[in-house]
């Protein structure tokens, strides 16, 4: 047998196209020609899979060789294509007999000894490979993330000998066993009650992990805004398994790996506001997932939000919007999903305590408090739902040694009700709900909705600020088990819309 064809997968975002490894050998000058649009990294897999194969006690056929990566026209780039490279030469030379190449896919890196080092980005290949019933062999130090795919069969594999030991029956490799992954635990070190005061605050907290809405806090250094801003992921409801599994593969993809102790916890990430615009929405040559997507089913903080640039900024529209992220490169146009919970914090100026009566800074006019402010554009604050200040805790509320207020065990039942209720009633969370969700479920009495349109009229909102008032009073009508929108519920909405009227008051 000159020919042998072997399967493998190439990473394309979040997408694992499948990749046939076509070995041809044919008489001729010694040689190896690699064709198939191959970048820089697979052309020099020539020289580690020779090694490789003399190493691990075969030997390098003095013949013509051509490999073939198809289709084409897909580009290819790191070494996960030594290990199918070398096992399609051993079959074509003859080293290797097997029945069926068919039922098996596999990736690897060779190192010069013959040993199979790890690569990344290996969950899309791996869930790809289960849809497609067959068997998927990995690298050893791959085997954490095989195990999370249990639709998959998978194999652990050491050397490029083990796995021609496997695949002619002579010696089968370790089958990776599925790994459970674990429930969120009910108590944890952070709690609501560490924050003295601010009632109001952790009130808007509830409602937006109820209904999975975006939060802005605004107010002086020392408030509590940042203590708020992580206890919102403790007070989400845990992952589904699927949801995990995307999580495990975008961090698979960002060169970041996998927490050993992954979880059913939703991500929280808080990137420093010097990050730029790739790292935030992700990008690059080779596109990688940013942060936007590394808090994918989770929260996504940005604190000292008007110190970050405001390019940088408003790339996060869109992501806001659809919930993923579109990068369009000349060869490839790769999608990442982005479904997060943005929490932002600024200080009302640049020195803080601007808005504070009682320590109004003198270096802060009304004009330099506006013009920090409006490093934010107004459509990046139209999509966040809740605005809401958070005041100076006084004093005799800090010196305060008993809990006071909503603990987040208290919280967490009633958010997890709110969203049973919201999952019943329409399959999603409130701020996923379309126009035609809202007009099937957020009916407004004729008086309400005469309250409403006079607010709208006094602060000038936008449609979409319109939209968010009303998915907003929907999750306090859940939260108060209320089947209708009470006027009280419409209220407190808007309320939390403390940007858009500090902008004309200013």
Request: with cysteine.
């Amino acid at each position: 047998m000159s020919f042998a064809t072997l399967w493998t997968r190439v990473k394309v975002g979040m997408d694992a196209p499948l990749v046939s490894v076509e070995v041809h050998l044919s008489n001729g000058l010694p040689g190896l020609t690699l064709v198939g649009l191959p970048e820089a990294a697979v052309k020099e897999s020539k020289d580690r899979v020779r090694s490789a194969i003399i190493n691990s006690g075969f030997d390098f056929p003095s013949r013509r060789l051509t490999i073939n990566l198809a289709p084409a026209e897909l580009p290819k780039h790191g070494g996960r294509f030594d290990l199918p490279i070398a096992l399609g030469i051993l079959i074509a030379s003859g080293q290797l007999q097997c029945d069926s190449l068919d039922d098996f896919e596999c990736v690897g890196e060779l190192g010069l000894s013959g040993d199979i080092r790890p690569v990344d980005g290996l969950i899309p290949a791996l869930l790809a490979c289960g849809h497609s019933g067959k068997t998927f062999i990995a690298p050893i130090d791959n085997h954490e993330e095989a195990a999370l795919c249990h639709e998959t069969q998978s194999f652990a594999a050491r050397t490029l000998s083990e796995v021609c030991a496997h695949i002619e029956r002579r010696s089968l490799l370790s089958s990776i066993p599925p790994k459970k992954l674990m429930p969120k635990p009910l108590t944890s070190q952070l709690d609501l009650n560490d924050i003295k005061g601010q009632h109001q605050a952790k009130r808007a907290l509830i409602i937006a992990a109820a209904g999975g809405h975006h939060l802005l806090m605004m107010g002086p250094p020392g408030t509590g805004k940042t203590m708020l801003a992580t206890r919102l992921s403790d007070l989400l409801p845990p992952l589904e398994r699927t949801q995990a599994l995307e999580m495990a593969a975008i961090q698979s993809l960002s060169h970041q790996g996998i927490d050993k102790s992954l979880s059913l916890s939703p991500p929280f990430r808080s990137p420093h506001h010097t990050c730029s615009g790739v790292a935030l929405v992700g990008g690059g040559s080779r596109p990688k997932p940013g942060e936007v997507s590394l808090a994918h089913h989770g929260v996504l903080f940005l604190d000292e939000l008007p110190e970050f640039s405001r390019k940088v900024l408003d790339v996060l529209r869109e992501p806001l919007e659809n919930g993923e992220v579109h990068i369009a490169r000349a060869s490839q146009h790769v999608r990442f999903p982005a479904e997060f919970q943005l929490v932002a914090a600024l200080n009302p100026c640049p020195c803080g305590y601007y808005t504070i009566k009682e320590k109004r800074c003198s270096d802060c006019s009304d004009r330099k408090a506006e013009r920090y402010q409006s490093s934010i554009s107004g459509p990046l604050l139209d999509r966040i739902d809740l605005h809401i200040e958070v005041p100076p805790i006084k004093k005799e509320v800090f010196f305060q040694t008993e809990q006071n207020g909503i603990s987040s065990k208290q919280a967490k039942e009633l958010i997890y009700k709110a969203r049973n209720i919201q999952l019943q009633r329409a399959g999603k969370a409130n701020v996923k709900m379309t126009h035609q969700d809202l007009n099937k479920f957020c009916f407004l009495d004729k008086e309400t909705r005469k309250f409403l349109e006079n607010i709208i009229d006094k602060l000038n909102i936008s449609a979409r600020a319109y939209h968010k008032i009303i998915k907003v009073a929907r999750t306090i009508a859940d939260l108060d088990a209320s089947s209708n929108i009470e006027r009280s519920h419409l209220t407190e909405a808007i309320s939390y819309r403390r940007m858009d009227r500090n902008f004309k008051t200013l």
